[in-house]
């Protein structure tokens, strides 16, 4: 049970964030503006809040191996990284990652773009974490990154 995971204060999360500026089509923007009326009032935040928390696809795995299979799955690895934490370096163990797992030779393989994605809100979140005089736990799970505590 994880029950006891205690989310953020509202206080320590205030909307001070811009998502980037995305182009859209004229059809696109009517869509999108009309459902957040329609169903969030018009608040498009909210809107978009509610769409990804209930996005729960799991990603597609990659489709090409490097020794030519077109046959990968997606598993959950545990990966260690470095992170910076003042003037020292601790290891940290991300838990449950998605990779790609090719069902012919073995092979493990990671999306780049999400690793480097991961870099940034790792860092984020430890200099969060520091500025904030919270715990920096030795264990963060992937899973936790990807939803919100309140
Ligand atoms: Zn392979």
Redesign the pocket.
Known sequence: MQNKKAGRHKSENPRTFDLPKTRLTREERRMIELKAVMHSKGNMAEYIRDLVLKDTRIPKPLST?????TSLKIIYKDEEREVNVGDQDLTLTLTGVPRSE?S????IIGDMRLAAKLETVLDEEILWRVNNHHIIPKQIEFNELITITQ
């Open positions: 191996c490097l020794c030519g299979s090719c012919t030779c073995g092979r």
